[in-house]
């Protein structure tokens, strides 16, 4: 089969629901005597027996790893029916995901519309690296449609959305932005790491091209680095060619990970969606919470929005401790269960202090605007008993009191 394509026949995806596309995407179902765990193919290159074979192998999965993997096919082909797109193709990071795609897709001279909200790596790429290329992007208020439409420009190529927004979990309307974009023939691209496609599936709203970083939710243990872009065959096309230059080709044996995280995404995402809507309900309940931002929280504004566009609210969610920028950061480093550590998406429970890690690459100027303050905390919450982590946030709260305490004293 043809690299990163996706062959509905093979798996018959159609009748299928996203928890089984989780578990037996992208194997050929009618094939028989094969081993029932995809092979890695741990190799950087395949051989031939001769010229006639060399040529044609330069267009498939068996050439040169750079250019595609067996291994990659079978994880890029689950990926594109979970999201039903026609194909997806996987990066090194998410990074190398967003900033190949960019890199393929504009050139200079032309201009990006991009959502405020958005993970602080690609603020960065957008905001400082495009520019010395001759690319301009112009950033919106994520909520603000009106705003998108005037940002618009005879040269505008891309708009770059996020949802959910990382840390502040705001929604996109996606049709939205998707109406918006197609008369003008703009592309769009839409984040939806936080997401999955258990949650959402931005294709279904006419976005473009979905990406992710994959080394979360999609490997969901926390052990591996990988980007994801799913879309239509003719961009896909054009961004596999700029990923064979620029090389940010995933290693076979990380994709044979990430193939394995895939097969319990749906039951992960499941539990994810549940735990995190307690946690929510809780912290919304609690003397020492300011605010919580959770999209399928009553309290939060767009929430019909995100029952419209998400079927779950995800495993991700923030808060603001009623106290100082010390407080967060003490309630942090008290918590047993949720490890300190940058990422998301994995099993267990992490935390962190977005000015402190995804969002300290950016102005502070830039942050205020996203309203990522210094008492924000965000957690990735785990697939453990909710009841555990319930327990190991209240204790860790009485250490928001005591800085408060001591900061009105003084
Ligand atoms: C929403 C979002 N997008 C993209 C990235 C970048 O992904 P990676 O770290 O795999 O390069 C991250 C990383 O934290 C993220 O949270």
């Known amino acids: 089969m043809k690299r990163h394509e996706h062959n509905p026949?093979?798996?018959?995806?159609?009748?299928?629901?996203?928890?089984?596309?989780?578990?037996?995407?992208?194997?050929?179902?009618?094939?028989?005597?094969g081993p029932l765990a995809t092979p890695?193919?741990?190799?950087?290159?395949?051989?031939?027996?001769?010229?006639?074979?060399?040529?044609?192998?330069?267009?498939?999965?068996?050439?040169?790893?750079?250019?595609?993997?067996?291994?990659?096919?079978?994880?890029?082909?689950?990926?594109?029916?979970?999201?039903?797109?026609?194909?997806?193709?996987?990066?090194?990071?998410?990074?190398?995901?967003?900033?190949?795609?960019?890199?393929?897709?504009?050139?200079?001279?032309?201009?990006?519309?991009?959502?405020?909200?958005?993970?602080?790596?690609?603020?960065k790429f957008l905001s400082q690296w495009l520019p010395k290329l001759g690319i301009e992007t112009t950033f919106v208020d994520t909520t603000e449609y009106d705003q998108h439409a005037r940002a618009i420009k005879p040269n505008t190529k891309l708009i770059h959305l996020e949802s959910p927004t990382n840390p502040t979990l705001r929604i996109v309307d996606l049709a939205k932005v998707a109406a918006l974009a197609k008369p003008h023939g703009i592309t769009t691209m839409v984040d939806s790491t936080f997401a999955t496609p258990i949650n959402q599936r931005p294709a279904e709203f006419g976005i473009d091209l979905v990406m992710h970083s994959g080394t979360k939710y999609f490997s969901g243990h926390s052990d591996l680095i990988c980007g994801i872009i799913a879309g239509r065959h003719d961009l896909i096309e054009t961004i596999h060619h700029t990923r064979t230059t620029l090389g940010g080709t995933m290693d076979p044996h990380a994709a044979w990970l990430l193939l394995r995280g895939i097969k319990t995404l749906a039951v992960r995402v499941q539990r994810h969606?549940?735990?995190?809507?307690?946690?929510?309900?809780?912290?919304?309940?609690?003397?020492?919470?300011?605010?919580?931002?959770?999209?399928?929280?009553?309290?939060?504004?767009?929430?019909?929005?995100?029952m419209e566009v998400m079927r779950g609210g995800g495993g991700m969610l923030s808060f603001e401790v009623d106290g100082t920028g010390q407080d967060a950061r003490r309630f942090a480093e008290s918590l047993h269960l949720f490890t300190l550590a940058p990422s998301l998406g994995g099993v267990d429970s992490l935390v962190t202090i977005p000015v402190v890690t995804s969002h300290a690459m950016i102005s502070a100027e830039q942050r205020q605007k996203m309203g990522v303050t210094e008492q924000l905390v965000r957690l990735s919450v785990g697939i453990e008993h909710v009841d555990d982590l319930i327990a190991d946030l209240e204790r860790a709260l009485v250490a928001v009191g005591a800085t408060t305490q001591h900061v009105e004293v003084g």
């Open 273 to 306: 969606n549940e735990n995190a809507l307690r946690i929510a309900e809780f912290l919304a309940g609690h003397s020492k919470v300011r605010r919580v931002y959770y999209p399928f929280a009553k309290s939060h504004p767009q929430r019909a929005l995100a």
């Open 40 to 123: 890695i193919y741990q190799t950087a290159t395949f051989e031939v027996v001769d010229m006639d074979e060399q040529l044609r192998a330069t267009s498939t999965d068996m050439f040169y790893t750079r250019y595609g993997n067996p291994t990659h096919t079978v994880a890029e082909s689950a990926i594109a029916e979970l999201e039903g797109t026609d194909a997806a193709l996987l990066f090194a990071s998410g990074m190398n995901a967003i900033t190949t795609t960019i890199l393929a897709l504009l050139k200079s001279g032309d201009h990006i519309v991009a959502q405020r909200d958005i993970y602080g790596g690609s603020t």
């Open 9 to 33: 026949e093979d798996s018959r995806e159609k009748a299928f629901r996203p928890e089984t596309q989780a578990v037996r995407g992208g194997t050929n179902l009618a094939k028989k005597n």
